[in-house]
């Protein structure tokens, strides 16, 4: 191999690890913007869901400029060409204003209801933790629009997903069952 091809190589190779060192960050910082998260709306003073712009987001950090805008609100389209003043809370905590972080901050050291066990991770996984309201239905937590969480859930108790599926169960087949329909106190 001649000096000229060898010194070619070298680059090619400096260069792809270059481009895969960024596109790593790049991916990296997209996993980070990713998700839903909550903020109180400077507007209404209510609770509001919203998203980044993940992608927009992660190439401007690349780039060096603290820029980031959102892609979604629960208050647009009414309110699409608001000023995002609400951005100020995601930027200043932008992992505890998740709203998988705000329901593990709610569950907490909480036990279900039913089997008297804690609800650890309650924010994460596939099987989410479940929600109890004063007739005994359960809900997931994450079918619940986010934006209706903060008040929603101080008004039901908690349960584990095992309970959950196991209530609706026996909700749905009552014929079978002799245990009333209520919420354990
Ligand atoms: S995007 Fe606008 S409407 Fe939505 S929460 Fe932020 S400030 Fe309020
Ligand atoms: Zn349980």
Not at 99 to 119: L, P, T
Request: hydrophobic residues 40%; aromatic residues 8%.
């Amino acid at each position: 191999m001649s000096t000229a091809s060898a010194t070619l190589l070298v680059v090619a190779v400096l260069t792809s690890a270059a481009l895969v060192k960024q596109a790593g960050r790049l991916l990296r910082s997209i996993w980070r913007f990713r998700g839903t998260r909550l903020v109180v709306c400077p507007q209404t003073n209510a609770p509001a869901a919203v998203r980044v712009d993940a992608w927009s987001a992660a190439w401007a950090e690349m780039m060096r400029d603290q820029s980031i805008a959102l892609a979604d609100c629960s208050r647009w389209p009414a309110r699409r060409f608001c000023r995002q003043t609400c951005l100020g809370h995601v930027k200043t905590d932008p992992d505890g204003s998740r709203v998988s972080a705000f329901v593990a901050r709610w569950y907490g050291d909480k036990r279900c209801v039913y089997c008297g066990r804690s609800i650890p991770d309650a924010g994460l996984g596939w099987h989410h933790a479940a929600l109890v309201d004063d007739d005994g239905a359960t809900i997931e937590w994450s079918s619940v629009p986010p934006e209706e969480l903060p008040d929603l859930l101080p008004t039901h108790a908690p349960a584990c997903w095992d309970c959950h599926v196991a209530e609706t169960f026996r909700r749905t087949h009552q014929q079978l069952t002799d245990r009333p329909s209520s919420r354990p106190s």
